[in-house]
């Protein structure tokens, strides 16, 4: 491993500081509605650290603070956690679930900033983004914790799992809206499949084992690798107390899925599943990215393409279809539908193998099967798009998109607030550094952390 590794160079060179910068410089207006905070995650490694995997760098979030067309602030931290400063994952005690890279993801669920990697215990943050601890529910969460947790936009009850090479290979909870674990229970006919992410729907739990597995001959730190023995499945799990012992497991075509779009049951009770996927050489090429060896994509989601699952559980089958051509990852929302049939979603576009095509926030349409592109412009990577409600809003795209753009040429980084209907820009915010291409992030309105005042 050099330090010409991709996950070090370009749109990815980690940042070496952690700054803070007040009253940034706004061109056109946001709405003011917008008054709370986005925050992103990243790989973030210390200078003259060269993790040995992408997803091993330290997590470093970044804030920008919008309240009623300002923008107070923008910082960045990293995430200090034992990892850090160099702690080891495996101890002769086994796992140590408190030494997180948390670099994957920020949440907030009942009043609390979450880092999360999937490995491992969540970090809280304070929403000045200082590092409190680790979380583990209070004694109630003793294994690891996806980085892609469902929040029910009705009940306020936060769905995740924890998935393990190990038995118990998979694990299932349910916080309700206090932050409070009221539900938990193994899977069973779980793999030792990697399982990035998942779905819920408003009556089942939808997992996704892919052709990835784990791989103990995988030096890299992440001990997962394709393996055309695993079979492709997905489990269907009827939510509920008693929901892990029904669930049942379907075949489907080798592959492999790291985000879900979304999921739901159609007017005729099949469940409909969503997501990018890559297949074989999609994903050999980009794990080479994630690792730095040769024979590596140009990007690191190559052929990485969305994929649309229509389960009929009466009918014992799975009907799949690969919907568009354009390499895509990042699929977002408007959350308020997560679990329920939605007309749109979002993604963000990436040149193909051959160079053809760049990057872009695209929206497609499902009913009319329309897709929409706001083009980002050259050597400019815009970071996962997150849909924000307007004030009054009526319509599902009536709302926001925010995405904090990497630019390479002007060694910049923008804040873009995007029309979600049209995908016209509405308003810019002038960062004071060039923001690491980062992972996950999430809006965070301040009534979601008790009117903060900071």
């Known amino acids: 491993m050099t330090t010409n590794a991709p996950f070090l160079t370009g749109h990815y060179t980690p940042a070496v500081d952690e700054i803070t910068a007040t009253e940034l410089t706004v061109e056109g207006s946001l709405p003011p509605e917008l008054t709370g905070r986005l925050i992103r995650n990243s790989h973030n490694p210390k200078a003259g650290v060269t993790p040995t995997h992408w997803f091993k760098g330290s997590g470093m979030v970044h804030g920008i603070r919008l309240r009623e067309g300002r923008a107070e602030w923008y910082r960045n931290r990293w995430v200090h956690t034992p990892a850090l400063d160099g702690a080891p994952y495996l101890t002769e005690h086994g796992p140590d679930l408190t030494a997180s890279t948390a670099g994957t993801h920020v949440i907030e669920h009942a009043g609390r900033l979450l880092a999360l990697c999937e490995a491992n215990l969540p970090f809280e943050l304070t929403p000045e983004l200082e590092t409190v601890g680790a979380h583990d529910f209070d004694g109630r969460l003793r294994g690891a914790m996806t980085a892609h947790p469902k929040t029910d936009p009705i009940t306020g009850e936060l769905h995740f799992f924890g998935s393990s090479p190990l038995p118990p290979h998979l694990m299932y909870y349910v ?171 979002y993604a963000i576009s990436f040149p193909d193998q051959e160079g053809q095509g760049g990057y872009g926030i695209v929206k497609y349409d499902r009913t009319t099967g329309a897709r929409d592109i706001h083009e980002a412009g050259d050597a400019r990577l815009p970071s996962e798009a997150v849909f924000v409600p307007a004030a009054g809003a009526t319509r599902e795209d009536d709302g926001y998109l925010l995405t904090v753009v990497s630019d390479l040429k002007q060694d910049s980084s923008q804040l873009l607030v995007l029309d979600a209907s049209g995908l016209d820009r509405i308003a810019t915010v002038h960062l004071p550094r060039r923001v690491t291409a980062g992972i996950h992030g999430s809006w965070i309105p301040d009534s979601d952390l008790g009117g903060s005042d900071h």
């Open 175 to 345: 916080a309700d809206a206090n932050g409070r674990i009221t539900h938990s229970a193994e899977v069973p006919g779980a793999t030792a499949a990697l399982k990035h992410d998942f779905a819920i729907t408003r009556h089942h739990v939808v997992f996704i084992e892919g052709t990835v597995t784990f791989d103990p001959t995988e030096h890299s730190g992440i001990p997962y690798g394709w393996n055309d023995e695993q079979p492709a499945r997905i489990g269907v799990m009827p939510r509920g107390p008693r929901g892990a012992g029904l669930i049942r497991w379907f075949p489907i075509e080798p592959g492999s899925m790291l985000h879900a779009a979304n999921a739901y049951e159609d007017a005729r009770g099949r469940i409909v599943l969503e997501g990018p996927t890559v297949d074989r050489e999609g994903f050999r090429l980009s794990w080479n990215w994630w690792v730095g060896a040769p024979g590596r994509g140009t990007e690191p989601n190559a052929r990485s393409y969305n994929r649309r699952w229509v389960i009929d559980l009466a009918a014992d089958s799975v009907a799949e279809q690969i919907t568009d051509d354009l390499a895509i990852e990042f699929p977002t929302l408007n959350e308020e539908f997560l679990g329920s049939e939605h007309r749109y979603q």
